[in-house]
């Protein structure tokens, strides 16, 4: 949201350039786990040393969910640390690989000395247990060098495992696909003293940089009361040269080799200052899940992992990734499948899945720091109407609580807030506040929580204190159950409340990596504690998840018996499974060219790897977008998943009618487009709610045996609707190339509507023509999706208008769809309130549709909902008639023609009951004579 570092920065910030210190952030070699390991690795390949670590086969065993053993460590001097491993198949037939390492007797004050293995809890939607499928003991063939496990559908995936050196590779139909340790990287640094450690080190292999203190620059405080945990493995996605995800970076779409440089990348969540871009560096987020594409092949890796984390990725004809974490478990899954869909399938069935959000967060939202009082955040909403800007939500920043204390409204400009919001109401509008989990010292909130035990501690154990906006702060600690019922009351539905009684306000949780303004790297010192008596340092990528997860739990319970029981909830730190409760932004962007260009690769990251509710801040949050830019950030923010304007409080005002004309005609006409594709969109999230498909689709999902597609990251599809965008994202740009892929038609869609000559035939790089108006658009062929056209001031009051259908046939004369539909706010879609329509396009001429529902009651109300228009490209050249069928009656429907379009008006149908359109074509052998 805003700038934060540590305090002994902050004045040499205020004097400086406006730009992310480098310096105050650990690159690999700063950071001793990092720098350690790539020593390791450095060492093991220049002088093919063997590696300490085999498997004792003596220790292999089979149960009825693991196979499992113990890893020996050979020690200097004959000694040899033993750690247990296992592999399980989860759901999704995944592998899991395992190793942890028995530290129960390790004395240390107020700590647990455990490793930790809570990441992939956290992960997972449900026990890791409840993910594990049994064994085939049949299936497990051993010899003296190892053992193999063959699995999946009609076991064609097998699993080979060499006891020393060790390596793991999983195979599909006999092909190595994914293989751990083919480099010999495996370093799991096992407990021991600083005065045991010359016993314990291997010098001709490891090094001792910071094994024991932590030498850089805010961070030398640190305890390091467990001395060196760091693990490391390297991982080779074997025949793949393309590889994407380890989110949140300011990078490309297909990740960059990282050998020869300081910046693997990164997973590590900090408050990063206007970050910058084509950066490694780390980000707000975190989600350890690597994907590699080839034609036929798709893989993923995920390493359940919540500590820092560096991945180093040499690529070549393959993809190899050294994965380091400075503590925890060695915990991973590798996942097969025939397409990159399938990736997010399986992780989906493991991690979850994006459930429904309410409809109103799928439009638009307006937000700055700060709108100043009820009259502001009142008098925009009018202006939007006056301006004929469609919005749903308007967002509050920290100005709008009394002294930044939460759960407070400033009683000098925000004392009429229960008005604010019911008059928001009426208009289908709805608020969003911030809430962040830093709590003024000396104030009723964080006195609860110091007097209760519920905040983050100290290495002492007792309440830390630090430094954010409000001056000095605690930190609920959101891992401790008895926080959640404080949080609970904190939001409580009744009058009087904080937030009153009110079902249209939902939250934002910002600053939640944590953000400590007096902290190391901006954040929380590596040795305080959460409940458990778990160090920070363990669980620092998942805390943020932890506190949005607060946040969420406690807005089901207070929405539970209304009629709007979905929460929204805006997160800007995350952590795999981040996507069950929480959407997510990219965080403190600049108002420059260069960052809306790179908002498009992270927000296709983000999907890749199913956290697919995500978005930039349009406009950019720093600084003074010129008009031109504002536009075009506008034209690309309305296919963001996630779509808000948003400004520091700073920037001057720039609510879209402010630039004037041609600029506020051009963001009116985007922001409308935005509304008319809800009901795609919104089926889009339903289909996302299923099966993890991305909302933004890369090409090379939709064209995985087009490698041309692999390294495209300027334009995207919208999910399987068969948009394809290409957004302007370049100063005064008159043309530009877009890519069509190979195998089908497409056709030009510019703006939301057919042009004259609108099928595009040929693939490859194409040149297009555009004027600061223009949003290139096109569809592919074999597509339905449903549009609303008429405007209306905000998403709740088009529920029950009219839909249009656009049909694109492809080369077969084929096209297919569908329309999800439910209430957009309530849970009755989980009890089968909601319609399901299929649409189906033949010879291209004939146009169905068949619907399904869980209720019938609730389809009946749908029933005076009609389609209006109905526009076909690719269709019959000389259409004559066109006949109508539903409910078992036919008539004839009027229709328009312009080359290969056309427009089938007010046909008459319901979108509940099945029906049908045939398209009949004028002989072409009749013709007048002269």
């Known amino acids: 949201m805003r700038p934060s570092l540590s305090l002994w920065a902050f004045a040499f910030f205020v004097l400086t350039t406006h730009a992310v210190k480098e310096y105050l952030f650990k690159d690999c070699q700063q950071s001793g786990f990092c720098s350690r390991n790539r020593h390791y690795a450095g060492k093991i390949a220049r002088t093919g040393s063997v590696s300490p670590y085999t498997i004792d086969p003596n220790t292999v065993s089979v149960n009825e969910t693991h196979i499992s053993g113990l890893i020996a460590k050979e020690l200097p001097g004959n000694g040899v640390v033993h750690f247990p491993w296992e592999i399980s198949v989860l759901d999704g037939d995944s592998i899991r690989f395992k190793v942890d390492e028995h530290r129960d007797d390790v004395p240390v004050k107020n700590i647990d000395s455990k490793r930790y293995a809570g990441a992939v809890d956290a992960a997972f939607d449900g026990l890791p247990e409840s993910k594990t499928r049994e064994l085939k003991p049949g299936n497990v063939k051993t010899s003296k060098s190892g053992f193999t496990y063959a699995f999946g559908p009609a076991d064609s995936y097998e699993l080979e495992v060499q006891y020393s050196p060790i390596r793991i590779a999983v195979l599909k139909d006999g092909q190595q696909q994914v293989v751990i340790n083919e480099k010999n990287f495996l370093n799991i640094e096992h407990f021991r003293t600083e005065s045991e450690n010359s016993a314990h080190i291997n010098r001709q292999l490891e090094s001792d940089f910071d094994m024991f203190h932590d030498s850089f620059g805010d961070s030398k405080n640190d305890r390091l009361p467990l001395g060196p945990e760091a693990v490391a493995v390297d991982v080779e996605l074997v025949g793949f040269s393309h590889a994407y995800g380890i989110p949140e970076h300011a990078d490309s779409l297909n990740l960059k080799d990282t050998t020869d440089t300081n910046w693997p990348y990164r997973l590590f969540n900090v408050d990063i200052f206007e970050y910058e871009t084509d950066s490694r560096m780390p980000m707000y987020g975190s989600i350890p899940l690597l994907v590699g594409v080839k034609p036929g092949s798709a893989v993923g890796v995920f390493w359940a992992n919540s500590a820092d984390t560096f991945v180093d990725l040499r690529k070549s004809d393959s993809t190899s990734a050294h994965w380091m974490s400075e503590n925890g478990v060695l915990d991973m899954v590798v996942i097969i499948g025939e397409q990159p869909a399938d990736i997010n399938l399986k992780y989906g069935l493991l991690t979850g899945f994006t459930p429904l959000p309410q409809e109103f967060a799928l439009g638009y939202h307006q937000c700055r720091w700060n709108y100043n009082d009820v009259e502001d955040v009142l008098g925009i909403a009018a202006q939007m109407d006056e301006h004929l800007f469609p919005f749903d939500t308007i967002w509050l920043d920290i100005e709008y609580a009394d002294r930044k204390q939460y759960f407070t409204w400033n009683p000098s400009t925000f004392a009429r807030s229960v008005e604010m919001m019911e008059e928001l109401d009426a208009t289908g509008r709805n608020l969003v506040v911030i809430i962040d989990p830093h709590l003024?010292?000396?104030?009723?909130?964080?006195?609860?929580?110091?007097?209760?035990?519920?905040?983050?501690?100290?290495?002492?154990?007792?309440?830390?204190?630090?430094?954010?906006?409000?001056?000095?702060?605690?930190?609920?600690?959101?891992?401790?159950?008895?926080?959640?019922?404080?949080?609970?009351?904190?939001?409580?539905?009744?009058?009087?409340?904080?937030?009153?009684?009110?079902?249209?306000?939902?939250?934002?949780?910002?600053?939640?990596?944590?953000?400590?303004?007096?902290?190391?790297?901006?954040?929380?010192?590596?040795?305080?504690?959460?409940?458990?008596?778990?160090?920070?340092?363990?669980?620092?990528?998942?805390?943020?998840?932890?506190?949005?997860?607060?946040?969420?739990?406690?807005?089901?319970?207070?929405?539970?018996?209304?009629?709007?029981?979905?929460?929204?909830?805006?997160?800007?730190?995350?952590?795999?499974?981040?996507?069950?409760?929480?959407?997510?932004?990219?965080?403190?962007?600049?108002?420059?060219?260069?960052?809306?260009?790179?908002?498009?690769?992270?927000?296709?990251?983000?999907?890749?790897?199913?956290?697919?509710?995500?978005?930039?801040?349009?406009?950019?949050?720093?600084?003074?977008?010129?008009?031109?830019?504002?536009?075009?950030?506008?034209?690309?923010?309305?296919?963001?998943?996630?779509?808000?304007?948003?400004?520091?409080?700073?920037?001057?005002?720039?609510?879209?009618?402010?630039?004037?004309?041609?600029?506020?005609?051009?963001?009116?006409?985007?922001?409308?487009?935005?509304?008319?594709?809800?009901?795609?969109?919104?089926?889009?999230?339903?289909?996302?709610?299923?099966?993890?498909?991305?909302?933004?689709?890369?090409?090379?999902?939709?064209?995985?045996?087009?490698?041309?597609?692999?390294?495209?990251?300027?334009?995207?599809?919208?999910?399987?609707?068969?948009?394809?965008?290409?957004?302007?994202?370049?100063?005064?740009?008159?043309?530009?190339?877009?890519?069509?892929?190979?195998?089908?038609?497409?056709?030009?869609?510019?703006?939301?509507?057919?042009?004259?000559?609108?099928?595009?035939?040929?693939?490859?790089?194409?040149?297009?023509?555009?004027?600061?108006?223009?949003?290139?658009?096109?569809?592919?062929?074999?597509?339905?999706?449903?549009?609303?056209?008429?405007?209306?001031?905000?998403?709740?009051?088009?529920?029950?208008?009219?839909?249009?259908?656009?049909?694109?046939?492809?080369?077969?004369?084929?096209?297919?769809?569908?329309?999800?539909?439910?209430?957009?706010?309530?849970?009755?879609?989980?009890?089968?309130?909601?319609?399901?329509?299929?649409?189906?396009?033949?010879?291209?001429?004939?146009?169905?549709?068949?619907?399904?529902?869980?209720?019938?009651?609730?389809?009946?109300?749908?029933?005076?909902?009609?389609?209006?228009?109905?526009?076909?490209?690719?269709?019959v050249a000389n259409v004559e008639k066109i006949t109508v069928v539903q409910n078992d009656k036919s008539w004839s429907a009027r229709f328009n023609q312009r080359d290969d379009i056309v427009e089938v008006l007010n046909p008459g149908i319901n979108i509940v009951d099945d029906w049908a359109i045939e398209i009949s074509e004028r002989d072409q052998d009749h013709h007048d004579e002269l």
């Open 440 to 875: 003024k010292t000396g104030y009723e909130v964080s006195d609860y929580v110091e007097n209760h035990h519920i905040g983050i501690k100290d290495a002492d154990n007792a309440t830390y204190k630090g430094h954010c906006w409000p001056g000095e702060s605690l930190w609920i600690d959101s891992m401790n159950p008895s926080a959640q019922a404080y949080w609970d009351k904190l939001f409580a539905y009744e009058s009087g409340s904080f937030l009153s009684q009110q079902t249209n306000v939902h939250l934002w949780n910002d600053m939640n990596e944590p953000s400590f303004f007096n902290g190391p790297e901006s954040s929380s010192p590596r040795d305080n504690l959460h409940y458990g008596d778990i160090e920070h340092r363990s669980v620092h990528n998942l805390w943020g998840k932890t506190f949005h997860e607060l946040t969420h739990n406690s807005l089901v319970k207070r929405l539970a018996n209304t009629n709007r029981q979905r929460p929204f909830i805006l997160t800007r730190s995350y952590f795999a499974g981040s996507q069950r409760t929480a959407a997510m932004w990219t965080g403190d962007n600049m108002a420059t060219w260069d960052y809306l260009e790179s908002s498009i690769p992270m927000v296709l990251t983000s999907n890749v790897v199913n956290m697919p509710f995500a978005g930039a801040d349009v406009g950019g949050f720093f600084g003074d977008p010129s008009k031109e830019l504002l536009t075009r950030w506008y034209q690309t923010g309305i296919w963001y998943p996630f779509f808000r304007a948003h400004a520091h409080i700073d920037s001057r005002r720039r609510e879209p009618w402010i630039p004037g004309e041609p600029y506020s005609s051009i963001m009116r006409d985007a922001v409308k487009l935005r509304y008319s594709l809800l009901p795609t969109l919104y089926t889009l999230f339903h289909d996302t709610s299923i099966d993890g498909t991305p909302i933004w689709r890369p090409m090379f999902y939709e064209s995985p045996k087009d490698q041309k597609t692999y390294g495209i990251e300027d334009q995207f599809f919208m999910g399987n609707s068969g948009l394809l965008v290409k957004p302007v994202t370049e100063e005064g740009c008159g043309e530009l190339s877009v890519y069509i892929p190979e195998g089908e038609v497409y056709y030009d869609y510019t703006n939301g509507e057919f042009k004259n000559h609108t099928k595009i035939t040929q693939s490859g790089y194409i040149d297009k023509t555009v004027s600061l108006s223009d949003i290139p658009i096109f569809v592919k062929g074999g597509s339905i999706f449903a549009k609303r056209e008429r405007y209306r001031r905000s998403s709740k009051l088009m529920r029950r208008d009219p839909y249009s259908l656009i049909v694109a046939f492809n080369k077969m004369n084929t096209a297919y769809g569908s329309l999800y539909v439910d209430d957009g706010e309530s849970y009755g879609y989980q009890e089968g309130k909601y319609l399901k329509a299929s649409f189906a396009g033949t010879e291209g001429k004939m146009i169905t549709s068949t619907s399904v529902t869980g209720d019938e009651h609730y389809a009946i109300s749908l029933k005076d909902i009609k389609v209006e228009k109905i526009t076909i490209a690719g269709s």
